[in-house]
């Protein structure tokens, strides 16, 4: 078996970049072709030796690795979703791999919109940072809701 398809098993064929599912019969040159990226997010974080989240080998389809090049990726949210101030979850990823504890994620107008994100949110996690255990949270604040994700301290 080649480096792809262990590397493809292990994320179960979807890509981690955009969470889309990765065609194995496809050409690896075409840009919905599988590829194998290296998950660094940033020179300063590959030198310090950063968690399992920033370093390792994940599959992505060929034209979302191109596309973020050597700069961190932007996973997108889901255009269905109501959400206000949404942070970027790679950031959010890091955070919490690094140090543990909570992070507010997203704003959402009511109860049922913050369900459906924080069900996306522990979901999406599972994939985007396997090794990182998150929990999701629901606080009410100034007539929204705050979605926070927890993950504890790994050592």
């Known amino acids: 078996m080649s480096q792809l398809e262990d590397i493809a098993n292990q994320d179960g064929w979807r890509c981690w970049v955009c969470d889309e599912p990765v065609d194995a019969t496809i050409s690896v040159n075409d840009p919905r072709g599988p590829s194998v990226d290296s998950r660094a997010t940033n020179a ?28 961190t ?15 970027p979850l790679i950031t959010v990823a890091e955070r919490l791999d690094r140090k543990g504890g909570r992070e507010v994620v997203v704003r959402c107008a009511d109860r049922a919109d913050a369900q459906q994100v924080a069900h996306w949110l522990v979901d999406r996690f599972s994939r985007l940072a396997p090794a990182l255990a998150v929990d999701a949270s629901i606080d009410p604040g100034g007539g929204q809701f705050v979605v926070a994700l927890t993950a504890a301290r790994r050592r």
């Open 44 to 71: 300063r974080s590959a030198k310090k030796g950063a968690a399992d989240f920033a370093g390792g080998e994940r599959l992505a389809h060929r034209g979302c690795n191109t596309k973020k090049g050597a700069v």
């Open 73 to 87: 990726a932007v996973i997108p949210w889901p255009s269905d979703l109501v959400l206000m101030d949404p942070a």
